[in-house]
């Protein structure tokens, strides 16, 4: 026992400090380590921003709240800039992170009073755990980039939960009992998804005549040690980083004690954690043998959720972008200039552009007193024939929407746009993965052939649309999502174009369920008109010629990506409200629209195609809210109703009209020969016979009759019902 009164410092080596590698319990790193416990210590009590002086963040926080400590990295290294101890975290978090934790929980224990015990003799109060979350400043990487020289270091990336496991209990400390002996043993139990390590003898000196104990003599005693939660999550890349034609990776996370049960399948986070790894149980057969290879996950020390206003990417905007966002906005013609920003390559339909813009910037979102939301986000279908360029509207929305998700309507099911039960492979239980709907919540979701879905996909809708929630119960998971999104569809008619000889109600083949839900309904017509074409034509020939020079290439990814800056800015910043004049002239005009449908109805005994309800006038109130929110003004005046009227009229209003009526205004010489038409062609027709239209139109022309009048006489009876069209329209059945 040399060397024990020679004077020198002896620490206590305790088991979250792993013995130095040179000999047990190197003087020189325990002093090291002693040095950087105070140095954590020190920067708990002491430290201050320079613009408060005497405030002291972390230590107010800590009395607050005794449980957890959230520390910025930037602020470690500004206390103390020669010894890094950001650096000491960044490199070897699992050996410096107990440390901290330590401090913190030592700096707690001194800035409590003392308390009366139970004998009335002051005590030192009993101070838990302090869990230590860590943030910082810097960009994720990405996920891909991951690999072996991150493993134990402080790693950071985003992504989107996809699953979530129910909490597990995690030993921090094993209770050993040797079966032989009865010795009892505490062994520490490695952080993460890591176990223990149980030693494979008993240290009992057996005493002569004593039975010596045998090998693995150790029994796990559960009740007697502690415990951790803990809960694994799966966070998959987010669908914009990832490279073309390449499925999204996920990765594993563990998070512990206090983050445990905070996130929620579907949202959006920043992780800071410890990349490590484990052996996974359930290795393939191939990997059984390999003892070196092992799963890679990450152990979550701190996390930031992205939220709804500051979706993806950075949110904070510099002093001069915010100048010059300021400055677009005060000038006179921002509405003017925004919609020429929007899909430039589309030449034509300035009101489906407006109405688009309207979409991106969205009204605001309210919550009433008594707890109902109203939702601000704007819903717009475009219904019309091939070729008038509504996929690429939703492909640019897609582009310029902070957060998008494209889906077509063909190829998604009800489950794949709400959310969907699986089962999990390792635990066998089910768990839930949102769809679309819920992936987009805080953007847009765009869908093409929206007629081409099945209805009862297009029912999961309904409530995502209007109360912008998602309930669920199947599978025994009961639970409501948010999806709180704008949805832009695309959609044909029935018989592919537009047929301006069917009334509204055939052309637009949707429920009025659904329809009602829609704030705007665009009829795009390809209207045959001479200049028109000419100037169309013109300007993709102009697209397409000026298409492979690159130099402008990166001043319209530029121009993109402003304007998505510029949408991202003002719905963060801005939620106007009507102003008095404002809603005294939109009720003026809601009225006064309601009695033209009535008049509509009363004239033509039919309702029309697409309902005008108090749903539309929420959509006119959105959309003159979304007109202000453009020029960052916090209130919607006069001329904001009046351009969303204006836009309501150009576009819902126009589709209601649409198509033809059923008493179109005949003269009475026409009225009477529609009617000898209808009667030869009751006697061309036998009751149940069928005939093709071509054919009938043939048989009646030769008769005389012109063949619009007979055109005009099938709608007619095709409305009385006496006719049914099969076959595409190609055939007409004569019904009793």
């Known amino acids: 026992m040399s060397g024990w009164d020679e004077g020198a410092i002896f620490y206590s080596d305790q088991a979250q400090f792993p013995r130095g590698s040179s000999g047990a319990g190197d003087p020189e790193q325990a002093a090291s ?42 602020d470690l290294l500004n206390y103390d800039k020669d010894q890094d101890l950001r650096d000491l975290i960044r490199k070897n978090p699992s050996d410096y992170l107990p440390l901290f934790e330590t401090a913190a929980a030592e700096v707690l224990a001194s800035l409590r009073s003392r308390v009366a015990g139970e004998t009335g003799e002051m005590e030192e109060p009993e101070t838990g755990e302090v869990q230590i979350l860590l943030t910082s400043e810097e960009d994720p990487v990405s996920m891909r980039s991951l690999g072996a020289q991150y493993i134990s270091r402080l790693v950071k990336i985003s992504g989107i939960t996809i699953a979530a496991s129910r909490t597990k209990a995690k ?9 032989n002996c009865k010795n009892v043993k505490v062994v520490p139990c490695r952080p993460g998804l890591g176990g223990a390590i149980v030693p494979r003898s008993c240290d009992h000196i057996p005493q002569p005549g004593e039975e010596p104990c045998p090998l693995d003599p150790w029994i796990v005693v559960p009740d007697k040690s502690k415990y951790v939660d803990q809960q694994t999550l799966k966070l998959q890349e987010n669908p914009e980083d990832v490279p073309t034609g390449e499925l999204p990776r996920n990765m594993l996370l563990s998070v512990d004690r206090h983050l445990v049960q905070t996130i929620v399948p579907g949202t959006r986070l920043t992780i800071m954690g410890i990349y490590s790894i484990f052996q996974a149980a359930n290795s393939s057969a191939s990997h059984k043998g390999a003892v070196a290879v092992r799963q890679p996950y990450i152990r979550v020390v701190g996390i930031e959720e992205t939220h709804e206003a500051s979706t993806r990417g950075p949110a904070n905007f510099t002093p001069e972008e915010v100048e010059e966002f300021k400055k677009f906005a005060s000038d006179g013609n921002a509405y003017k200039n925004i919609c020429s920003k929007i ?22 979102r309210k919550i009433l007193p008594d707890g109902v939301k109203l939702r601000g986000d704007i819903n717009v279908l475009l219904l019309g024939d091939p070729s008038t360029a509504k996929s690429q509207f939703l492909k640019f929305v897609e582009k310029t929407a902070p957060v998008a998700v494209y889906t077509s309507g063909k190829g998604s099911s009800a489950a794949g746009l709400t959310a969907s039960v699986i089962r999990d492979n390792s635990s066998r239980e089910f768990y839930l993965e949102g769809g679309a709907m819920v992936l987009a919540d805080g953007g847009v979701v765009c869908i093409d052939e929206f007629d081409k879905m099945r209805a009862e996909d297009r029912v999961a809708i309904h409530e995502a649309m209007e109360q912008q929630t998602i309930s669920i119960a199947k599978a025994g998971i009961t639970t409501v999502l948010n999806s709180r999104t704008s949805v832009l569809a695309a959609a044909n008619p029935p018989s592919g174009r537009y047929d301006d000889l069917k009334t509204a109600q055939d052309n637009i083949d949707l429920q009025t369920t659904i329809l009602s839900r829609f704030d ?36 319209s990814s530029k121009e993109d990506n402003w304007l998505k800056r510029y949408i991202q800015y003002c719905r963060t910043v801005c939620r106007p409200c009507l102003s008095d004049s404002a809603a005294a002239r939109l009720k003026e005009s809601y009225v006064n629209i309601r009695q033209a449908m009535r008049r509509q109805a009363n004239e033509n005994g039919e309702s029309a195609a697409v309902p005008i ?31 969303a009227i204006l836009l309501f009229e150009n576009a819902t209003m126009d589709a209601a009209r649409s198509g033809i009526n059923q008493h179109m205004n005949l003269t009475p010489e026409m009225a009477n020969e529609v009617k000898q038409a209808e009667t030869q062609i009751k006697r061309r027709m036998g009751i149940g016979s069928h005939i093709s239209e071509r054919r009938l139109i043939d048989d009646l022309t030769r008769m005389g009759i012109n063949e619009s009048i007979v055109r005009r006489a099938l709608v007619i009876m095709h409305q009385r019902d006496e006719v049914e069209y099969k076959r595409e329209r190609r055939v007409i059945l004569r019904k009793a």
């Open 343 to 364: 899909a430039p390559s589309i030449f034509g339909h300035e009101n489906v552009k407006k109405a688009v813009a309207c979409l991106l910037f969205g009204g605001s």
């Open 33 to 74: 380590r002693h040095t950087v416990l105070r140095k954590f210590k020190e920067f708990i009590r002491n430290f201050a921003r320079q613009s408060q002086p005497n405030v002291f963040p972390y230590r107010e926080s800590l009395v607050q709240n005794p449980r957890h400590l959230l520390i910025h990295l930037a």
């Open 171 to 179: 030993a921090t400390y094993v209770t050993l009992l040797c079966k």
């Open 520 to 555: 705007l309904i665009f009829i795009v017509k390809d209207i045959r008109m001479y200049s028109q074409d000419k100037s169309i034509a013109s300007h993709i020939i102009k697209v397409h010629a000026s298409a492979n020079h690159t130099t402008g290439d990166t001043r």
């Open 613 to 643: 309800t108090v749903r539309q006038l929420e959509a006119i109130v959105r959309l003159s809210e979304a007109l202000a929110k453009m020029t960052l003004s916090h209130v919607a005046n006069d001329n904001h109703v009046q351009e």
